[in-house]
Nanobody, 127 residues
Framework: QVQLVESGGGLVQAGGSLRLSCAAS????????IGWYRQAPGNQRELVAA????????NYADSVKGRFTISRDNSKNTVYLQMNSLKPEDTAVYYC????????????????????WGQGTQVTVSS
């Protein structure tokens, strides 16, 4: 079993920054890919960013490329999402996900959501 706890959400003005953390316990995540997802009211949950087990591969949704950075510290069993230049459309509940498979095809790494979710952290960006 894996328990995931997100933190770092809050209210920020457009153009501001936040850093989200996802702390894992109950089982090591050192050998697993991790994804950050978000869900805004009325929308489906979508993948924002993902990182491979050793941090060598990452991928991002087009809407956040160049603004968000995912990273991990396996010694702390923690994955981070640095969010810069935030926009009102980034407003959502952000969730950490683990346990999903990942694939490499033609040099591109892809993460598919697994069974483990955190409780989510609210990010609100005001205009």
């Amino acid at each position: 079993q894996v328990q995931l706890v997100e933190s770092g959400g809050g209210l920020v003005q457009a153009g501001g920054s936040l850093r989200l953390s996802c702390a894992a316990s109950g089982s090591t995540i050192r050998t697993a890919g991790i994804g950050w997802y978000r869900q805004a009211p009325g929308n489906q949950r979508e993948l924002v960013a993902a990182i491979s087990r050793n941090g060598g591969f990452t991928n991002y949704a087009d809407s956040v490329k160049g603004r968000f950075t995912i990273s991990r510290d396996n010694s702390k069993n923690t994955v981070y999402l640095q969010m810069n230049s935030l926009k009102p459309e980034d407003t959502a509940v952000y969730y950490c996900n683990a346990g999903g498979p990942s694939t490499i095809s033609r040099g591109s790494w892809t993460y598919t959501k697994g069974d483990y979710w955190g409780q989510g952290t609210q990010v609100t960006v005001s205009s």
